[in-house]
């Protein structure tokens, strides 16, 4: 898939609704911290994150989801580490519940070596599925305009699946499994990435969240595992203010060549409702919320775990 694709599917994401006037706008936003200790002796880190997002819905049928997160990441010595993406998927819905839509999303992504190269992607595609009251699944399949991971660029094929499942009013469970066939200069390769996420909320502003995802990424012979276990207070219990405040405790484990290496983290985060949404669920910079919505891109997705 090539870049002008991508143009023409950026302008059909902006062009398609304005046949509808919008009803209502829900979301959320995140700032957070992020402290993480990193072994082999590498230097620890202070990452600063802020993460927003949000579905805007037309009279038409059409929705238009939208999200956005830029992290930066300073260590204690060395350079600068940072994440920055950006997407929105179209979605039509039909009245009986399928729904199908387009996405387009940009990446860019600076690990300071930590995952090998820096890479900027660009990733476009359709969607299709179901989106019921108990049971939301979607396929995907599309491409990505990458930085290759060795020099010169790569096309990448991307597929997968996003499953959720919300059997109370306080319970979201939800997963995906999505895959990268990546044709580069050094010879084809593939990246796959999985994981499954669940938030609670206990009533009384108290709420729980956890995630977990793995990335293999034959390309540069890694193996990576990220984690995370939080909870959040809603603080218009005690102060009438429309924000959560969140903490979390993760972990990702990187398998490269030689000894593994571990980066543990304390997160925490202030989570402010937009537009109709409350500040139940897992906050936008945990390791849950990034298992329950993905990208459309097994390293990109994976990299938001990070910091």
């Keep these: 898939m090539k870049i002008t694709q991508g143009r023409v599917l950026a302008c059909a994401l902006l062009a398609v ?13 995140t700032i957070g911290y992020d402290y993480s200790s990193v072994s082999n002796g590498r230097p620890d880190v202070n990452s ?16 238009l989801d939208l999200d956005g997160s830029f992290h930066h990441a300073n260590p204690d010595r060395g350079s600068n580490m940072g994440v920055f993406d950006a997407g929105g ?5 039909f009245v009986t519940g399928p729904v199908v839509g387009a996405y387009l999303e940009y990446a860019s992504l600076d690990s300071n070596g930590l995952l090998g190269a820096d890479i900027n992607a660009t990733s476009y595609g359709l969607t299709g599925g179901y989106e019921g009251q108990l049971l939301q699944a979607k396929l995907f399949y599309g491409g990505t305009d990458a930085s290759a991971v060795v020099g010169a660029t790569s096309d990448w094929t991307d597929y997968g699946l996003t499953v959720a499942y919300t059997p109370t009013q306080n319970t979201t469970v939800a997963g995906y499994w999505m895959r990268s066939d990546i044709d580069a200069p050094f010879g084809n390769t593939d990246a796959t990435s999985f994981g499954v996420g669940a938030d609670y909320n206990f009533g009384n502003g108290f ?14 012979n890694i193996d990576a595992t990220s984690y995370g276990l939080g909870v959040g ?26 000894r593994n290496t ?3 983290s304390i997160r925490l985060g202030v989570t402010i409702p937009l537009g109709a949404r409350n500040t139940a669920g897992a906050p936008l910079n945990s390791a849950a919320n990034n298992a329950m919505s993905p990208r459309h891109n097994a390293v990109s997705t994976f990299y938001d775990n990070l910091y």
């Design 89 to 93: 998927v179209l979605n039509y819905r």
């Design 207 to 220: 709420s729980g969240f956890g995630g977990i995802s793995r990335l293999n990424f034959d390309a540069l």
């Design 262 to 264: 571990d980066v543990d």
């Design 17 to 29: 609704p304005g046949a509808g006037l919008a009803q209502d706008f829900e979301g959320s936003a």
């Design 233 to 258: 207070y809603d603080l218009n219990q005690v102060a009438r203010v429309p924000a959560q405040i969140s903490l979390e405790l993760a972990r990702t484990t990187i398998d490269p060549v030689g």
């Design 48 to 63: 600063y994150a802020m993460d927003g997002a949000g579905t805007l819905g037309f009279q038409n049928g059409f929705s």
